[in-house]
Every structure is written in C-alpha cells, then in structure tokens.
C-alpha cells in the first residue's frame, strides 16, 4: 500500500486555472516522463551533473541531455520539443533528473548549486534563447567579459558580434574553456540575421517605392504584397496570413524570386494540397521564368 495519494495529473486538453501556461506545459511533460521506460547512459564522469544519452526503445531514437546545474535553465536536450517549447525542459529531461533524484547519494548534489571545473557558455532555454557565461572557479578573464555580459553571465543585448573575440581570449586563459553546440548555432542565426538585413537595406533602400519591384516578376504588386515580400526576406520564416484573395501566392513567388537572385537559393519546395499543385505551377510559370516539377 502506498504511503501517500498519488499527485493528482493535470489535464491534457485543458490549462487549470491555477497555472500559467508555461507551468502546465511543464507539469504535462514532467507526467508524461514518468510513464516512460527511457534508458540512460551517463556519458561522464559527474553522477549528476553530466551528459547523458536517453534512448526509447520504442521509437528507438535516441537524444542527448546535459544536467548542467540543479537549475532547470542550464539543463539542454537535443531533441526538437526542447528547442521550441520555451521552458527550457522536456520529457528527457525530466525524466533523467527524476531519474538522478530517485537515488539517495545523489540528494546533496541537488542541494548546492554545482561549481564546474571548466568555464563554458551554453543557451538558456526561456521564452527568449540566452547566451550565458558560467565562470569555472578561481577562473578570471581579466575583465574581459565587462560591459558585455550582466551579473548573471548573460550576454547584453547587442553583443553578439563579440562572441567570437571572446571565445578566442577564453580558451587562450582557460584552456578547457566549452562552447556547447547550440551556442554555435545561436551566433550563426544572429549572422544570418544580420546578414539578411544587410540585405533589405541594399535591395529595398526606399522601402515598398524601391526600384527592384519594377521587374522582379511578371506583375505589379500592390504595397501590400511589396511590404509581405520585404518582411519575408527579412524575417528568413514568417506566417503570411492575409486574407483569401489577396495575393499571397504572387507575394510568395517574388520573395521565392528574391532568394533565388540574391540568397543563392538553388530550388523551392511548395508543399500544398493535391488540388492546388497545377495551380501554383500555372503562377510560377506565369509571373517568372523559372522551370516547375510536380510531384505526383
């Protein structure tokens, strides 16, 4: 017989009122853990606060997590769901720090925040993706982080052009300075970004009046259409979600026409309805020059 009642599991299909959204998420993450037969490998010397690969024998996919302090916002997973949820947790993840408290000789791990040997930066997982710097102890880059990072480690708004100069000086003081993989990709999000504004600067100078909508396809566009396509370049993904009938395939296939010219994009992939693809290949053949396959 069991000591206690068990917790009672909240709702799939409906937030209680007691929690925030952000917190439902979680708790329905944390139940859907614990009904799993996840194994975990330990992939290093810490029994706590390690890498681990998590495998599921029934979709037989495997993920890696890092428990990188007894704080939930420097935990990472590499599975899609951690990515974009926003929480900084996910099944994984719950269910291998559930796993580690389970066991007694772990408990003082969980009770003191954990002081790593090496310095490194990771992301922090919220509603906005972080670069943060943890500082091993004794560890001192000469005052090279300030003004760049806050009390907290976490990059300032603005700097993200910095990064690489840093990383260059850490590793030249601490030689087993770690930039994590997601950091990696965050900075090259932030060029990309960077490089896709550049962009619009040059090729929209004046906005929706720019003289490259002039012959960009084989219509006029409305200012409208001209301010969705000049989002899209910027944004790089965006949700176009005018109204019926006003035009968002001819604002789709000039941006796709922008990309081409300038982005050094090679092929399209449209993916629509079945009754809709003769249709997308009569509009691209009509308003540009450019070859359509369809894929029965």
């Not at 099944?91 to 772990?106: P, S, T």
Request: charged letters at 30%; proline letters at 4%; aromatic letters at 12%.
């Amino acid at each position: 017989m069991e000591s206690q009642a068990k917790k009672k599991k909240v709702p799939y299909y409906k937030k209680p009122e007691r929690m925030s959204l952000e917190e439902w998420q979680t708790e329905l993450r944390r139940q859907f853990a614990a009904d799993q037969k996840f194994e975990v490998k330990n992939m290093g010397d810490h029994p706590v606060f390690s890498d681990f690969e998590v495998y599921n024998p029934e979709s037989d996919k495997s993920y890696k997590v890092s428990v990188r302090d007894n704080k939930s916002s420097f935990d990472f997973c590499a599975c899609p769901d951690f990515k974009i949820n926003g929480l900084g947790t996910c099944k994984h993840i719950e269910y291998v720090v559930a796993d580690l408290r389970r066991l007694k000789r772990n408990h003082k791990y969980f009770k003191q925040n954990h002081q790593p040997a090496y310095s490194s930066l990771s992301i922090h997982y919220g509603k906005e993706r972080r670069i943060r710097l943890k500082k091993a102890e004794g560890i001192s880059f000469d005052g090279f982080e300030s003004g760049c990072f806050d009390d907290q480690g976490f990059l300032l708004p603005g700097k993200t052009g910095f990064i690489e100069t840093f990383i260059g000086k850490a590793v030249e003081i601490d030689p087993g300075f770690r930039v994590y993989p997601d950091v990696l990709d965050l900075i090259r999000e932030h060029k990309e970004a960077e490089r896709r504004k550049e962009l619009v600067n040059r090729l929209f100078p004046d906005g929706i009046n720019s003289g490259i909508f002039g012959g960009l396809i084989n219509t006029d566009l409305y200012p409208y259409q001209k301010e969705g396509v000049i989002r899209i370049i910027e944004a790089g993904r965006i949700l176009l979600a005018d109204e019926m009938g006003l035009g968002k395939t001819i604002q789709a296939i000039a941006a796709m026409e922008i990309f081409a010219r300038f982005l050094n994009v090679k092929r399209v992939l449209i993916i629509c309805p079945t009754s809709l693809k003769y249709q997308w290949k009569r509009e691209i053949e009509k308003f540009t020059s450019r070859d359509v396959i369809i894929v029965e």
